[in-house]
Structures are given as structure tokens and as C-alpha cells.
Nanobody, 122 residues
Framework: QVQLVESGGGLVQAGGSLRLSCAAS????????MGWFRQAPGKEREFVAI????????DYADFVKGRFTISRDNAKNTVYLQMNSLKPEDTAVYYC???????????????WGQGTQVTVSS
């Protein structure tokens, strides 16, 4: 069992930055790839970024490449999403996810956080 709690969301102007954090609890955290997804109103939940168990492999959705960076600190059981050059279209609820498979599909996620709202004003 893994519990995930996100923090760091908020309101920011276009071009600004935010860093999301996801604190994980549970003895098996180190067995999971960790990812971030997002869901805007009226849209399906979509993949944003994923990081492998060791942190050595990452993948990003095309629309965030070069702007967002995912990282993890296994000593602190925390995964981060640094978001730079934010755009109004990045506005969404951002969810942390734990997946035993290194997968970009929401269908394979084993555990979800409750989500944190990110709003980017123009």
C-alpha cells in the first residue's frame, strides 16, 4: 500500500514557475515508478511525466518537454515536478501516481494522490 499526498499547487502568471511535491508513505514506495498526470475541466486525465524507480530514466509528454522536470528523492520518499515557463493551457489538477510498471498509461497506475490545482493566468 502506498499513500500519496501532493502539495505546491497554486495560482501563477504565465511564464512563471511552480514546484509540485508528492510525499509517499508505505514501505514499498521504492518499488514504484512515479509519475505525474493532469486533468483539465472537461478533458481526460493525461500523462505529464514519469521517473523510474532509481531515478535514472525519465519521460515526458511532448507538450512539457524542455519546460518541466521530474525528479525523486528516495531517501525522503518524495517526487517532484518542477514546472517552468508555465502557460495558461497548463491549468489543471495535477495528480501524483505510483506504478509498478514504467508506463505512461493512466490505466496501469496502482495508486493516485488526491490532486493539487495549478492555475496559470494570462
Amino acid at each position: 500500500q502506498v499513500q500519496l499526498v501532493e502539495s505546491g499547487g497554486g495560482l501563477v502568471q504565465a511564464g512563471g514557475s511552480l514546484r509540485l511535491s508528492c510525499a509517499a508513505s508505505g514501505r514499498t514506495y521504492g518499488n514504484y515508478a512515479m509519475g505525474w498526470f493532469r486533468q483539465a475541466p472537461g478533458k481526460e486525465r493525461e500523462f505529464v511525466a514519469i521517473i523510474s524507480v532509481s531515478g535514472g530514466i525519465t519521460d515526458y509528454a511532448d507538450f512539457v518537454k524542455g519546460r518541466f522536470t521530474i525528479s525523486r528523492d528516495n531517501a525522503k520518499n518524495t517526487v517532484y515536478l518542477q514546472m517552468n515557463s508555465l502557460k495558461p493551457e497548463d491549468t489543471a489538477v495535477y495528480y501524483c501516481a505510483a506504478d509498478q510498471r514504467y508506463s505512461v498509461s493512466a490505466a496501469t497506475v496502482d495508486y493516485w494522490g488526491q490532486g493539487t490545482q495549478v492555475t496559470v493566468s494570462s
